[in-house]
C-alpha cells in the first residue's frame, strides 16, 4: 500500500455503505438512462425500485449463495452494524440487509475490483427487473 492509501478492511461498515449507496445509486440511473431514455422524473421515479432498502434486502438474499467467504463476511459487518436513522418506508430487517448490501459494493468499488462488482451489480439489476416483470404479469 502507498503513502496516503486507505486500508480498505479498516473503514468502518457504514463507511462502506456510504460509498456503496452512491455506486449502486449511479449504476442503475445509468442503466435507466441507457434503456429508458425519458423525463427525468421518470427516470428517477423508476430507479427508486432499486435503490429502496426492500429491493436490496431482496437482492442480497438471492445473492447470498454467490458471494465469497470474504464478500460475506464484509456483507455480515454491514448488515450488523449500529443503525443510527432509518428510511421511514423500510423495516429494520430489510434496512439492516440492505445496509450489508451496499457496505458489500462499497468495499469491492474501493477495493478496485472491478470485474467482481460489475458481475454481483448486473446481478442485482436483473434480481429486480425479473422481480418487476412477474409483478407486471399478475396485475
Not at 5 to 14: I, P, Y
Not at 63 to 82: A, C, H, Q
Request: net charge neutral; aromatic share 8%; charged share 25%.
Amino acid at each position: 500500500m502507498s503513502e496516503g492509501q486507505t486500508d480498505v478492511r479498516q473503514l468502518s461498515a457504514n463507511a462502506l455503505a456510504f460509498v456503496g449507496d452512491a455506486v449502486f445509486a449511479l449504476f442503475v440511473r445509468e442503466r435507466m438512462l441507457q434503456r429508458f431514455p425519458g423525463s427525468v422524473h421518470r427516470l428517477h421515479t423508476m430507479s427508486t425500485h432499486y435503490v429502496k432498502a426492500s429491493a436490496q434486502a431482496r437482492i442480497v438474499m438471492q445473492l447470498i449463495p454467490e458471494f465469497t467467504e470474504d464478500e460475506m463476511s464484509i456483507y455480515k459487518r454491514g448488515r450488523n452494524t449500529k443503525v443510527f436513522t432509518m428510511p421511514k418506508n423500510a423495516d429494520l430487517s430489510e434496512y439492516r440487509h440492505a445496509t450489508g448490501f451496499e457496505a458489500l459494493i462499497g468495499f469491492l468499488h474501493l477495493n478496485k475490483e472491478e470485474r467482481r462488482l460489475e458481475e454481483i451489480l448486473l446481478m442485482a439489476v436483473k434480481i429486480v427487473e425479473q422481480s418487476e416483470q412477474h409483478h407486471d404479469k399478475a396485475e
